[in-house]
């Protein structure tokens, strides 16, 4: 027996030595941990700077180590050694940081930093040998999204081996509460080669003097390319507060083509190219910033400080890794002549809201009779509120305006002091009886609308603070506000658009001839929504749903332009039409977006031209999608319609990053259900609702930062301070058991997002596990082995000795080792997380119930799909 025991322990031995001689996927990040410098405990993430992502990718988070600059303008680096040894690529970055206290960051690949320190002043250098600028962020940006296929190279032979990351910090003046910083950025890396290179082109005037009082200064910058070609994806504009527009272009053969145009006062992200360009050799790349030293008493020069300026024109581009370079820079003007051919629009300035001016660079003007810190503190709210997009949408359930007795809900808007209005049908409806078939109304008998069609509620309590619209609608549609507090309105039925102001009772603007269909300049064919420029004034009308097209016009109501068409067999192309339903006006990028409701897409046009920019089409959507709204920063929203016999996508809200047409996030009621949602806004603060004519409901929806600080106390149960949507889902599912299936898809998130993160604790147990396994398998074998060499006699003896040892791991069955009943014998146990996970996803219930009240507008039927009237 004891030589038994002897040889098991000298099995075990050799077995162990065996599996740990492999290499473990955890093992690429020895040197890593062997190196890398402490992080502050303040810092989130800091403790697991390396994140297995699976066996061949990991995430790596490089963030400043608990900083706390001492003056404005301070510049700060750290480094981080990269993890592995052999070649990796950078595929994706998530950017940690806020306006508030950083002006911009620059992260930068290389081989040896300029200081082993923690971190230190940038004044140093970053690089003792030469770096190349992977990734740069500024003012709250969204996160940077790389091509398929595509990747930065770094590591092996040819890669840095070390990332150096460089904080600017502006006014330090949000450093007052003595906090420290932790600004940075995530990388996501994989070891699987990319065939595409990613590079960054960096052009920069760098002798550019801004006269005092001077209103035009232009810095041109201009190099001819001399190497492979390469395909640009991206760009990104920097100034400080001087810089009016940045304007990129190639020009070849004398023809410019535009890259990118942006406002440097806007977020300065990287923003993607409109449409694909590519470079060759002797092209010509061609940037021009345009500067105004209105207001300066002295020259102003390019520099590293707030009262410096900077003329910055980052390109992304990506090349076949054979010929890939992955850094270029331009900083001369290689042919000052061929400027007198820019196109004028790199002359023409971008306008910028004058309460983004004060927040531009995190360099904060004087402000009188204003609190500096105050100031700070609002604009830290406002902009990470807009433009962090880590966050959940869901229903305010406490809200009361779900229970109003409402007629079909038609259009939702915000009014300049962001309270709700609303546009409803009172007691007409819209249904197979309302128009014959040229689209004439047929229910004129009935009168126009004797209730108030439009409704101004208070968007916190649903208590209604101002109603008109009395016997002026027929058929209620679209609803808009312009900057000055004007309603405009859309009525299917008179085929008209109205003009209204908040106080009037006669319209002050009325477009289309009432009662009669048209395609003409003067007429409409059920127009269904308005959007307003609040810059130039331009009337623009989704023309409808018996003609495909907007229609552009003047502030005063003359025809100006009109582009779009009807959608021809087989698959729509840009600027066709299936009901052009919705309107959606991006000032931010001078964009028109509409809803194209029976194509089940949005697509953007040019406000100035009718251009078609591009198509926001996803499989989620749907066929349909009713309804588009954006907010200021970047975010767009969605709702779309339910879905055909058969199919699986479900009807519900969508929020979207403008920028990428990526969703970010998706969001149904918890109270009632969507029918048949027809319009939907949201404010700033990620406030949205969503307006339903056949429920004839209004449902608001709360982005669940808000919600960040509050106390929920429902039977008995008390959650302080929540901080992520899986604690709000989490207590909803204690407080409200019988209302849990409409949380099934939180649910099914918030564990895909457990599971990614214990990636590495699975991996562990597995490489624990496996001895123990192979031992039994061990001691198994031999007990088989006695039983065939020696018969009964041999069992019997093995049973006396260590087969009652291995009797009891049998179980109670005999049947074979069970780990359930083995681990369910000791004290304590549950067999939670054992048990069978639910894979079952419900979105929504659907109604069982198929049929439509005649009261309420029709679905359209299956293909070949009629549209519905709504």
């Known amino acids: 027996m004891a030589g038994l025991v002897n040889n098991l322990l000298i099995l075990f031995l050799v077995f162990q030595n065996i599996c740990l001689g492999f290499r473990s996927p955890l ?33 790596l988070d490089i963030r400043m180590p608990g900083v706390m600059p001492k003056q404005s303008d301070t510049y700060l680096c750290m480094s981080v050694p990269l993890p592995v040894d052999d070649e990796a690529y950078v595929v994706d970055f998530k950017p940690h940081a806020s306006m508030d206290t950083v002006h911009h960051m620059l992260l930068f690949g ?18 003792k040998d030469k770096s190349n600028i992977l990734y740069a962020w500024a003012r709250n940006a969204p996160p940077t999204r790389l091509p398929k ?29 003595k906090h420290k910083d932790c600004s940075g950025v995530t990388l996501h890396l994989t070891h699987q080669k990319q065939p595409l290179i990613a590079g960054m082109y960096l052009m920069m005037s760098v002798n550019t003097v ?27 504009v920097h100034t400080h507060r001087l810089g009016k527009v940045v304007s990129g272009y190639r020009v070849r053969n004398g023809q410019w083509t535009l890259i990118g ?22 092209d010509i790349l061609a940037a021009r910033c345009v500067f105004s030293g209105e207001g300066r008493t002295t020259e102003t020069h390019i520099g590293g400080t707030a009262d410096d300026e900077m003329c910055n024109f980052y390109i992304m581009y990506y090349m076949e890794a054979k010929h890939a370079v992955s850094y270029m820079t331009c900083t001369q003007n290689a042919n000052p002549e061929m400027f007198r051919n820019i196109p004028q629009e790199a002359n023409i300035p971008i306008p910028v809201k004058s309460d983004m001016l004060k927040m531009t660079h995190g360099h904060h003007e004087e402000t009188k009779g204003s609190d500096k810190s105050s100031l700070l503190q609002q604009a830290k709210k406002e902009e990470e509120e807009i433009l962090d997009q880590d966050f959940h949408i869901e229903e305010a359930v406490e809200w009361p305006g779900l229970d109003l007795r409402l007629g079909q809900v038609s259009g939702l808007a915000l009014d300049p002091e962001n309270n709700l209005v609303l546009f409803h049908r009172g007691d007409h409806v819209w249904d197979e009886n309302s128009f014959d078939s040229k689209f004439v109304y047929q229910q004129r008998g009935l009168g126009p609308i004797e209730q108030n069609t439009i409704l101004v509620l208070n968007p916190s309590n649903a208590k209604l603070l101002h109603s008109m619209g009395k016997s002026l609608f027929y058929l209620p549609h679209g609803l808009s506000i312009d900057k000055n507090g004007n309603y405009w309105v859309t009525d299917v039925a008179l085929h008209q658009v109205f003009k209204l102001g908040a106080d009037d009772k006669e319209p002050l603007l009325i477009l289309g001839v009432a009662l009669q269909p048209g395609s003409d300049k003067n007429h409409f064919c059920q127009p269904t929504d308005v959007a307003v420029d609040p810059i130039t004034g331009s009337i623009y009308v989704s023309d409808g749903y018996c003609n495909s097209r907007i229609i552009q016009f003047s502030p005063n109501g003359l025809y100006v332009n009109q582009w779009g068409e ?10 066709q039409f299936h009901i052009p339903h919705s309107l959606a006006l991006i000032p931010d990028y001078s964009q028109l977006c509409v809803a194209d409701r029976e194509n089940g897409r949005i697509q953007c046009f040019r406000l100035e031209t009718g251009e078609f920019v591009r198509e926001i089409k996803h499989k989620s959507f749907g066929r349909e999608l009713f309804a588009v709204s954006y907010v200021p920063g970047g975010l767009l929203f969605a709702v779309n319609g339910m879905p055909y016999p058969g199919e699986a ?96 898809k939180q649910e099914k998130q918030h564990l895909v997002r457990q599971a990614s993160t214990g990636v590495s604790f699975v991996l562990i147990t597995t490489l624990l596990i496996i001895p123990v396994v192979v031992l039994l398998a061990i001691l198994v074998f031999i007990r088989w082995r006695k039983t065939t060499v020696y018969g009964a006699d041999g069992e019997h003896k093995l049973d ?42 419900s979105d929504q219930e659907k109604d069982e119930d198929d049929g439509t009240d005649s009261e309420e507008e029709c679905s359209a039927p299956p293909p070949p799909p009629a549209p519905s009237s709504s």
């Open 210 to 236: 801004i006269p005092p009082g001077e209103k035009v200064v232009d810095a041109d910058i201009a190099c001819h390319y001399k190497r492979f070609p390469m395909h640009l994806f991206a760009y990104r």
């Open 110 to 127: 290389c081989n040896e930093p300029s200081s082993t320190e923690n971190y230190w002043d940038c004044d140093e250098g970053t690089c």
């Open 566 to 575: 009807e959608t021809s067999l087989g698959r729509a192309r840009p600027g």
């Open 27 to 59: 093992s690429v990040f020895k040197r890593y941990k062997d190196t890398a410098r402490p992080f502050s405990s303040e810092c989130l993430g800091g403790d697991q700077p390396v994140i297995s992502l699976g066996l061949s990718d990991f995430a």
């Open 800 to 841: 006396s000795s260590s087969g009652r040892n291995l009797g009891r791991l049998r179980g109670k069955g005999g049947g074979g080792l069970n780990l359930g009943n083995f681990f369910a014998s000791h004290k304590g146990y549950s067999r939670k997380g054992f048990d069978r996970l639910s894979t079952e996803g």
């Open 149 to 177: 296929g595509v990747g930065f190279r770094v590591g092996g032979e040819t890669g840095g081996r070390f990332f150096v990351l460089q904080v600017h910090y502006g006014d330090i003046s949000a450093f007052r509460d």
């Open 261 to 282: 145009r942006q406002s440097p006062q806007l977020p300065q992200a990287f923003y993607p190219v409109e449409r694909p360009v590519d470079v060759s050799y002797d």
């Open 649 to 744: 996508e479900p009807v519900q809200g969508f929020v979207m990053n403008f920028s990428t047409g990526e969703i970010i996030d998706t969001f149904i009621p918890l109270r009632k259900s969507f029918e048949m949602p027809h319009d939907v806004v949201a404010s700033e603060d990620k406030t949205v609702f969503v307006g339903d004519v056949h429920a004839r409901a209004v449902w608001k929806f709360a982005s669940t930062e808000k919600m960040e600080h509050r106390s929920v106390k429902k039977a008995g149960i008390e959650v302080q301070e929540i901080k992520e949507s899986e604690t709000i889902v989490e207590a909803r599912l204690k407080n409200n058991p019988e209302s849990t299936d409409p949380l099934k």
